[in-house]
């Protein structure tokens, strides 16, 4: 069987598998687009004592194909007096970076010997920093090129509002690094794994434990000291992080470039048809992407305590992925409830916070961590 | 295949670097000039040094350029209008651009042709990252921590300024 060998080369078992990943999780991620707008409508109607969508299908699960024909469907408008390029490509811009902050994220641990990421990069959170940054251009530059006041007053908003958050954002997370060692996304689940979720750093392979529990297989649960100290600046880089992160994907309560009640739509209010909705999906791209990123940085990506990984056998490997998916949609399902229960803040007061609050507190952050570290290794 | 890549990007670059001075938009250069630095940061990438390539883009593309493209719109500038070609200002420009090929074929000439003779970053068989941090912290510990105290404060500087001002 020549044919088969070539498959098993090194060079295009690398290659075929990666477009094998790269389809089956554009596939994966955007169906979940699609549900994630129809649970956004669940969520809020169960959040507002309605029905919400329940025509079109068993609970409105067809809705989001009905959504996607009707947007197909309606006149591409394109009103007079706007920028052409900047109008048409904005959309993507808006769309791509979400989609390619995917490529690094480990969404399972291996499966047949395959490592369950697309790319494993050992830059792999600055290229998610370095990415999703660029998302911003989409947002800013279909505000200028409507050639219409309240978009123009988001696109405003948004690359203000992105600057300052990108920066808590990034602040936020260099404890994980200095903690973990690597930049690799891959070697820091497999931290957490060995040694307890950052938010819930409950077991540990070496001794030194306050409480410890040894089981059969060597692995000991319980609290150990240096863990149970790190925990402290880890909690804090988790919500500063959390909480960027909404800023960052534009969400409630940080919606400010689109805040209907005082831009009409912002940024998007001249888009119809398609190109509105790739406005609208790339939003939930990057909520999707950055749930992805929240999850694996501290929630322990696609492990599970008691959970062996895919080394294990196929089944194992299938459970990670599952695992994965599964705490995504719990932090999507967290982004929706807050979007439903907080009102959104002034601009001023959304400024004052990134500045005044979340950059100091995430620069204190990393000092304390240098400080806990520095005490353990003592 | 590397060669190939080399060749795309660099055209890519600089036809998007000639493209920031020739248009006449403020908003088309500053695009073009994004163009440019995604290109740079992948001619990095093409040469093994992603750390330098990621953080180019996240710098320069991701944070400069956007305050630049904020400052643009905030003042809404207007596209340039095409001036009278000025003889002694295009003949003024001739020259230091004649003068700078001149010097820089010079200069390029005159370099060892061997690559050994420029420092180059012992690679360690770790990330590129954990190259360039070890080299920055151990031998140039001293300028790095200056440098990064210098940014601190001038960040720190604006934050404790804007907020003085709001009193």
């Not at chain 2, 390029?108 to 990330?127: E, I, N, Q, W």
């Amino acid at each position: 069987m020549p044919s088969l060998d070539l498959f098993l080369q090194p060079e295009i078992f690398l290659v075929w598998t990666s477009a094998l990943k790269t389809l089956v999780i554009l596939g994966v991620v955007l169906t979940m687009v699609a549900y994630s707008v129809w649970a956004e409508r669940k969520v809020s109607a169960f959040i507002q004592d309605r029905i919400g969508p329940n025509r079109v299908g068993w609970a409105g699960l067809i809705q989001p194909i009905a959504d996607g024909v009707k947007l197909l469907l309606k006149e591409n408008f394109v009103p007079g007096g706007v920028n052409k390029f900047f109008f048409s490509i904005a959309p993507s811009l808006a769309m791509i970076p979400a989609i390619l902050v995917l490529a690094v994220l480990p969404f399972g641990s291996s499966l047949f010997g395959v490592p369950m990421v697309i790319a494993n990069l050992d830059i792999g959170v600055l290229w998610v920093f370095a990415v999703s940054s660029l998302g911003v251009y989409g947002i800013v530059l279909a505000g200028w090129s409507s050639n219409s006041k309240y978009p123009f007053l988001g696109g405003i908003r948004s690359s203000s509002q992105m600057i300052s958050y990108e920066l808590s954002l990034g602040l936020s997370v260099v404890p994980v690094f200095m903690i973990t060692g690597t930049l690799n996304l891959g070697e820091i689940v497999q931290y957490q794994v060995d040694n307890g979720w950052m938010v819930f750093p409950a077991w540990f392979q070496s001794g030194g434990g306050l409480l410890e529990i040894t089981t059969d297989n060597g692995s000991m649960f319980g609290l150990n000291l240096g863990q149970s100290l790190l925990w402290i600046p880890m909690m804090v880089s988790f919500v500063i992080f959390l909480i960027a992160m909404f800023a960052e994907t534009n969400r409630v309560p940080f919606d400010l470039p689109e805040a209907e009640q005082e831009l009409v739509g912002g940024y998007h209010t001249e888009y119809s048809s398609m190109r509105f909705a790739l406005f609208f999906l790339g939003e939930y791209a990057a909520m999707i992407a950055g749930a992805g990123v929240i999850v694996t940085l501290f929630l322990g990506g696609w492990s599970l305590p008691f959970i062996p990984d895919g080394s294990q056998g196929w089944f194992w490997g299938l459970v990670n992925i599952g695992t994965f998916f599964a705490k995504v949609a719990a932090i999507i399902f967290f982004f929706l409830w807050v979007r439903w229960t907080l009102p959104r803040f002034r601009f001023d007061q959304l400024m004052k916070l990134g500045w005044y609050v979340f950059f100091e507190v995430a620069l204190l952050n990393i000092f304390l961590t240098a400080g806990i570290l520095a005490y353990l290794q003592s | 295949m590397l060669t190939i890549l080399f060749w795309v990007f660099s055209v890519l670059m600089l036809a998007s670097a000639a493209a920031v001075v020739l248009f006449r938009n403020p908003v088309n250069s500053a695009m073009s000039l994004v163009l440019t630095f995604l290109a740079l940061a992948a001619l990095f990438v093409t040469l093994d040094a992603f750390f330098i390539g990621v953080i180019q883009v996240l710098v320069y593309a991701g944070a400069v350029m956007v305050l630049f493209l904020f400052i643009i719109m905030l003042l809404d500038l207007k596209a340039e209008t095409r001036r009278r070609l000025n003889i002694a200002a295009l003949a003024g420009g001739i020259a230091v651009l004649g003068g700078f090929v001149v010097l820089i074929t010079h200069v390029v000439k005159s370099l060892p042709a061997s690559a050994d003779h420029f420092p180059t970053l012992a690679r360690t068989g770790y990330s590129d990252a954990y190259d360039i941090g070890m080299t920055l912290f151990s031998d140039f510990n001293l300028p790095f921590q200056i440098i990064g105290v210098l940014l601190l404060v001038s960040t720190i500087g604006v934050v404790f300024l804007s907020r003085r001002s709001l009193r």
